[in-house]
C-alpha cells in the first residue's frame, strides 16, 4: 500500500511539473519592458566582439573591397600591396575559381607564401613589387550578380544586357587606377585557362591604363577545339568541372566517383546526357544550352574569342602563352594568334610556346612525365621573358634587364632537340636560312608510312577496290584515351589523379588493338622537324551512317635508349585530335554519313614543334574512339547523340583508304 500511494504522488507530481512547463511554453516568448529571465546562469563568452590580426610584421597588406561596376553589381576583390609599395604597377587576375583562396594560400608574414599554390608567377609577382590584385567574377564566391559560362559579349542573342567581362573589366580597372595611392596608376591583366579567357576579353574596347595584356592557355572556342567539344565530340570527362563550376555560387556541389575506372563510370551511363541526368547536371542552364547546340551553330560562332579579337586592332601588348601538351585549351592560343596577327601594325602582339600541360609554365618544367626537357623550361619563362615583358610596360622607371632584355615576337621551344627557338612569326622553322613547305606523310599497305616532298593532293578519285585497311568499332569496347585503370579528372598526383599529362602518355596500348590502325616510317637517318599544325587527309568509308575519326601523330623512340631506359621504343604523341564525321559537310549542320562510301576527310591536328630525331620514326594512329575522353559515336545517325538509346550504339567496320595521307609543316632540306 506505501509503495502505490508513493507511485501515485510521484506521478502527480510530474503531472505538476509537465503542466507547470506547458503554462510556461504558452506564455508569449517576451513581454514588452521586461527583461526575459534566463534559464540558466551564462558563461562569460571567450570571443572578442571584433578581432584584429597584429599583421605589422606582414610585408603586405591586403584589402578587400566591392568594386561597383556600371550596373550597381559589386565584384569582390582582394588586393595585396607590398608593405614598402610607392608607384606600384597592379597585376590583376580575375577569375570563377575563389580569389579569397587564390590569395591565402598560406597563413604567412611573407606575400611570396601567400600567393602560392593556384596564383600564376608568384616569384615574378613579388620580385618585381607589383600589387596583386584578384577578383571574382559577378555571380561566382563573393561577388555579386549572376553567373554565366564564358559570359557572351553584349549585345549578342545570347547576352541582351549592358554588361560582360569586358564592361567588368573596363570598370575595375577605372577603379583601381583611381583608388589604390600606392599604385602607378598602370594595370596589367594575365591569368590561365578561364583566367586566361578574361585577359582577351578585356582587349575589347580596353581601358586606357591596361598596359599589359597576357592570356596563358586561354578558353577560345569551346567548339572547335577547346574545353567544351573539339570538332563536334564532346568532352564528356569535362562533365564534372561542368556540374562544380555552375550549379552553386561556391562550387558547393561537388561530383561523386562511383567506380575505381573512370572508363566504368561513363560507359555504365550510356550516353554523356544520361549520366548528366543522373547526377542532377541538367539542373544547370549551361548544360541545357551545351545540349540544345551540339553543332558549330550561333550560339558558338559568336562566343569565338579568335573572331571576336579579329574585327578591331590590337592596342595593347599581349602575350599569348601556349602549351604544347595542352589537355584543356590546345585549341586557343593558337587561334587567337592567327586571328589578331595579320592586324598587329604595332608589333605588340607576342607568342610563347612551351613543352608544358595546362598551365605548366608556372612551375617545375624540366619535365612532363617521362620526358625530359634538360633544363626548368618554366623558370626560363617567368625569369627571362615574362618579368622584363611585364616590367617594360607596367613599371615607371623599367630595369636596365628589362630594357635590355630581347623579346623575340615568337619565342618556342623546340621538343626532340630541347632548345628554344627566337623567331620572328609562326608558323616558322628558323629566322633566316630554312622554309616551311608541307610534305606528305602517305599511309600505305602493311602498316607503312612514307615521307615525300611531293604537295598534298585533294582526296577526290575513287579509292583502289582493294587499297584500303579496315577495323571494326564496337561501341561496346571503345578504345581507351589512356591505359586503364583511368583515374578520375583531377590534379592531385597524391591520388592519382594525373589528367595533366596524360598528352605525352606511351601510345603503346592503343597500338596493339585490333581496332586501332598504325602505319609507321622507317628508321629515320636525319632529323625531321615540322614547325605548325599537322593536317589529316583521310579517304574513308564506314559500314554505319555516323563515325568518329582519332588521328594521332607519333614520335616512335629507338627500341633502346640507354640514357633512360624506359623510353625504349616510347611513342609519343606529338599532336592528335578527332573529328565526328556528321560534320563532313558543314560544321554547322549534322549530316547522316553514306554507308560504304568512300569520303573524304579533311582537319588540323594541333601545332607542334618536333624535331623527330635520327634513329626514330614517325607513326600514325587512327582509330574511331576515344574514351571516355569524348562520348561515343553511336555509329547510327541519330539527330542528337546526347539523347542517343543503348539500341542506337552499333559496331561499323572503318576502312581507312591507301590515299589517305597527314600533310606534314616540314622545314628545312628535302627529304629524301
Known sequence: MKKTALTLALVAGVFTIQASLAQQAALPASTPGVAAKPLYPALPSETPDEFTAPVDSFDYVRRTVMIPMRDGVKLNTVILIPRKAHHAPMLLTRTPYNAADMT??????????????????????????????????????????????????????????????????????????????????????????????????????????????????????????????????????????????????????????????????????????????????????????????????????????????????????????????????????????????????????????????????????????????????????????????????????????????????VTAFETGTNKWRALDRWPAGCVTGCFIAPATLRLAADGKATLTNAAPTPLSRPAHRNDYDEYVADPAKPVPYRQRPIPPYGYDEAKGQTWPRWLVDDQREASGRTDVLSYTTGVLTAPVKISGEPVAHLLASTSGTDADWVVKVIDVYPDQVASQPELGGYQLMVSADIFRGRYRESLETARPIAADKALPYRFALPTANHVFLPGHRIMVQIQSSWFPLYDRNPQTFVPNIFYAQPADYKKATQRIYHDSYIELPLVGASVK
Open 104 to 409: 591565402a594560400h598560406a597563413e604567412n608574414a611573407q606575400l611570396e607564401s601567400v600567393l602560392q599554390g593556384y596564383d600564376n608567377q608568384p616569384d615574378v609577382i613579388v620580385k618585381g613589387g607589383y600589387i596583386r590584385v584578384v577578383q571574382d567574377v559577378r555571380g561566382k564566391y563573393g561577388s555579386e550578380g549572376d553567373y554565366v559560362m564564358n559570359r557572351p559579349m553584349a549585345g549578342t542573342p545570347f547576352n541582351p544586357t549592358p554588361v560582360d567581362h569586358s564592361t567588368d573589366s573596363w570598370d575595375t580597372i577605372e577603379w583601381l587606377s583611381k583608388n589604390v595611392p600606392e599604385s602607378n596608376g598602370k594595370v596589367g591583366i594575365i591569368g590561365s585557362s578561364y583566367d586566361g579567357f578574361l585577359p582577351l576579353i578585356a582587349l575589347v574596347n580596353p581601358h586606357p591604363a591596361l598596359k599589359v595584356a597576357v592570356p596563358m592557355n586561354p578558353m577560345v572556342d569551346g567548339w572547335r577545339g577547346d574545353d567544351w567539344f573539339h570538332n563536334g565530340a564532346f568532352r564528356q570527362i569535362n562533365l564534372s568541372y561542368i556540374m562544380e563550376q555552375v550549379v552553386t555560387r561556391r562550387n558547393e556541389a561537388h561530383w561523386f566517383t562511383s567506380h575505381y575506372d573512370d572508363y566504368d563510370t561513363f560507359m555504365r551511363a550510356g550516353s554523356a546526357g544520361e549520366l548528366a541526368r543522373r547526377r542532377g547536371v541538367e539542373q544547370s542552364g549551361f548544360w541545357r544550352k551545351v545540349v540544345a547546340h551540339p553543332a558549330y551553330d550561333q550560339f558558338w560562332q559568336t562566343q569565338a574569342v579568335d573572331q571576336i579579337l579579329a574585327k578591331q586592332p590590337i592596342t595593347v601588348p599581349t602575350m599569348l602563352v601556349h602549351s604544347l601538351w595542352d589537355a584543356e585549351d590546345i585549341y586557343g592560343a593558337i587561334a587567337v594568334y592567327k586571328a589578331i596577327k595579320p592586324n598587329d601594325k604595332d608589333n605588340k602582339v607576342f607568342l610563347v610556346m612551351g613543352p608544358w600541360n595546362h598551365g605548366g609554365q608556372d612551375g617545375d618544367g624540366t619535365h612532363l612525365g617521362p620526358i625530359k626537357f634538360n633544363s626548368d623550361t618554366g623558370m626560363h619563362f617567368r625569369e627571362e621573358i615574362l618579368m622584363p615583358f611585364l616590367d617594360r610596360y607596367l613599371k615607371d622607371e623599367p630595369s636596365a634587364e628589362a630594357l635590355a632584355a630581347t623579346i623575340a615576337p
